[in-house]
């Protein structure tokens, strides 16, 4: 039955996706179907700026041909003849029930797929928003606003139905219709509160609509698939037997999944999905759920999925492709497959080996059950992240998930299973619990980042792992927060959003790195059976629902005090007041150690301030910082509290420094006679300090020095040692630094001296390694392969003589054995070079060589389709020293935005000792590419 051509009563304040505010901005027409021209719909209260709008619509028709417009209108069943909408009692099946009197609760069940335990009760009393006070609209003309949606709508179920045109091979072509989505959506919801919202479509109604009834919109709508960033509903190339071809996929964190269909697009507000996907015959559909039915008609397949559990918006999922899959079922059935390009399925053998037993293991460790039938992963070729935690359908980057013994580098195939078990924890952690707003993101992205590791330690049968990778994590994070205007981990809800948003490049390192070491630090405070008991109550309190960082806060110091043991006991404070102190403010403390007499030391607290101020400007924050010491007698970690600004006095018990398992986030600052005995302690016997610490030395001395805090005569005499060192961390904190200090030393006049010393460090551990032998195998002791990987590459960049003939030697062999121009540099048979030699040799080959291999590894690097390999090739391109070739690399880069991370590529060719500045030239002339700045 066709919906009538009367004005047809539509839903109040809906949000709809930004391309149709654009397209109704741009409309000139009145006539029945289209919205009114922008101009006309908006109101007085409505911003005219180009994310904010009013709009209405006066006449709704079925049909939608206007490109990327919306079209807008009401079921027939549920649009009556009348002009006002007629609430129905539930859809077309359904049961209605009061719990309390004046409470009004639906039971939903309007298709034969059962609801998760057969019902989904929603009552709406507790969303209510205050009519008058709303501290939400307080930045109202922020950009970032749209991301805040008033809960005046709850929606119980979305109907999404979407034909997809994919021009997935050469073969097959729908003209204009390419890359077009035509969509609709049918939402059930419930109405709470109605009041006008600037940055939201109002669609008037001819009547009040009545709280507490259902309701049911259905939208159709058309619309681009992204082409050049691979977020939102994206189509990217990969290329087949010379072939380019396709595939779709989606990412929808954070604010995306409205810019594939209308929805109510906040973590907060969880709903079903029923999804329907219309694509290509010869193509398969893949999304959250098992698929219910595949209909082939024709040039289309029609493929019905099942209904999803309750969830979150951004954890839509589904991907188009004609991609093979390899297949694996966990010890408990839960069905996996690894969908990749087809010329790669061997290796993507690593992330299906892995997946089964990583489910497995968080079933144990949370104590309940993966919730979903299966959990398939897509390989991608471009995602705007590394990967992302759709429920039941995990995307990876195809840089981040493959891996082939003896091809790749055994790092990779550490990346790839952290990867994995960083996504799957999110399955129980963000997924079946899920924070209620952005601001807890940490919560979600800490607590997998931290788990992760413990994942892989049990992959690999280790233990060494958790430790040395919390260390490398407080280093990467602490450089980051140490900078003016960084944002806590956590702000309140209704804080500037424009500000934490604005901020969202540098946040990495705080919603993943430091919220993953304070987690660390609630874990060890706690002790880690009370932890794991604790978040075992959490999800278990929370399944299917949202919570916030207090609720686990709760839930833990309930445990805790309900156990013996863990280091709040007796203390006047409970857990969240340590944690707010850490998770409230931005930065963090540096520790005052001064020694009074042997063992005996005075710690003072103090924020920490990277570029000092002259006067000190006043600053009053505050951190109940625990500081974790080995007891002499059981060897267990006690704690040692500092919660205020006054100097305490410590017993060190023997050891050489504070805190030697570096638990707590934070810097340390030792009196001058102090960093003497530690200098000389590491001559001696480096081992005497932890590896940890000794990363933590380096990193906190050289922090200092860079704005005077410390004389640079401290760090660099303290690193003396490491010509000797055989642990990765420290090396690793070196080398970071070294970033910082390369390009600016290179020009200075004073370079041959810190050659000198740099050639004192890298140089002799280099000579030990080739000695050893470049090739060898050290697949099974991953602190010396890394070591060895990084030492080689610094000692090529600083251009240590040896190590550039060695690299321009490799490279002449490379030319002569991978000389016909069908051959890729990722074969083998042609390309003998280790693969974690291949960055270092490629760039010093480029650096130090001829045009002539320019051209070889350009040419080379466009016929590459593995994307590992086209870094490898890259790296050395950006190594370069003539600007055209430079260019040359660049604009074949822009070109192909969507599977290009230009900021990433950028950031890696600008630490390059040399040319640096070509990037800069080429962007700033050319203002075509200005915006990829």
Known sequence: METPDSACPLLHEFVIAPFALEECRQGTSSEPGRMRPFSDAVTASASTTSTTAVATTTTCHRNCSCLDELCTYIFSNDCPLTQTIIPTPSPSTSTSSSSEPGHSTTVFQPTDTPLINSTLIISTTENIPETTKDPLYQFIDDKHHRLQIPLIHIPLLYEVKLKLFIPWKPSVNYGLDNFIVEGHVRVHFVTAVGRGFPQILDLHLATDMIHGMNYTLDVAFRRHMELETAAGLFAVPYTYENETRYVIATHLQVSEARTVFPCIDVPEVKAQFDTVIIHPTGTTAIANMMDNSTVVDGGWTTTTFRRTPPMSTYLFAFSVSDYPYLEVFSSRGVRSRIYVDPSKVDAAQLVTNSISPVLDFYEDYFGIPYPLEKLDVIIVPALSVTAMENWGLITIRQSDALFKKGQFAITQKHNILEIISHEVAHQ??????????????????????LIS??????????????????????????????????????????????????????????????????????ERLIEEDIFKQGLRRFLNSFLYKNADHEDLFNVLLYVHDSSAGGHLSGQNFSLSDVMDTWVRQAHFPVVHVNRKEGSIVTLRQEKYEHIPYDPPRPNEQVWKI??????????????????????????????????PHQLTYMRLRYDMEMYSDITMALLHDYNSIPANSRSRLIDDTMAMAEFGQLSYKVPFNITMYMSRETSYR??????????????????????????????????????KFYNQGLDVDMDNDMDVFETRNLVVQRACTIGYAPCIKM????????????????????????????????????????????????????????????????????????????RNNSDLTWRAILKNRARENIMARAGACSKQLVNNSFILDLFYEDSEYLKEL
């Open 626 to 659: 625990p500081i974790f010491y080995d007891d002499p007698v059981s060897s267990k970690h006690k704690v040692f509290w500092l919660t205020d600004k006054q100097p305490k006095v410590f017993d060190m018990g023997g050891q050489l420094v504070v805190d």
């Open 453 to 522: 590791v413990r994942a892989v330690d049990f992959l690999e049968n280790t233990t060494w792992r958790y430790e040395d990778r919390s260390a490398e994590l407080q280093c990467v994070a602490l450089r980051v927060d140490q900078m003016d205007g960084m944002v806590p981990v956590s702000g309140s809800k209704f804080s500037n959003l424009g500000r934490y948003m604005d901020a969202l490049p540098k946040l990495n390192a705080i919603v993943y790195k430091k919220s993953s070491i304070i987690i660390r630090m609630i």
């Open 807 to 882: 690299a321009k030697e490799k490279f002449a062999e490379l030319r002569k054995n991978c000389s016909e121009d069908h051959q890729l540099l990722s074969t083998k048979s042609c390309n003998q070079i280790p693969y974690y030699l291949r960055s270092s040799v490629y760039a010093a080959a480029i650096s130090h060589g001829s045009q002539e291999d320019f051209e070889f590894l350009f040419k080379k690097w466009n016929m590459e389709h593995y994307i590992m390999e086209r870094d490898n090739i890259f790296t050395g391109l950006c190594n370069t020293n003539v």
């Open 428 to 449: 129980w952690f963000g997924n079946l619990v899920t924070m209620k707003w952005w601001n807890d993101l940490w919560l979600n992205e800490g607590f997998a980042t």
């Open 730 to 767: 420290p090396f690793q904190t070196f080398s970071a630094y070294l970033d910082f200090f390369l390009p600016r030393m290179y020009i200075h006049e004073s370079w041959p001296i810190y050659k000198e010393y740099l050639e004192i460090i890298l140089g002799v551990q280099y000579d």
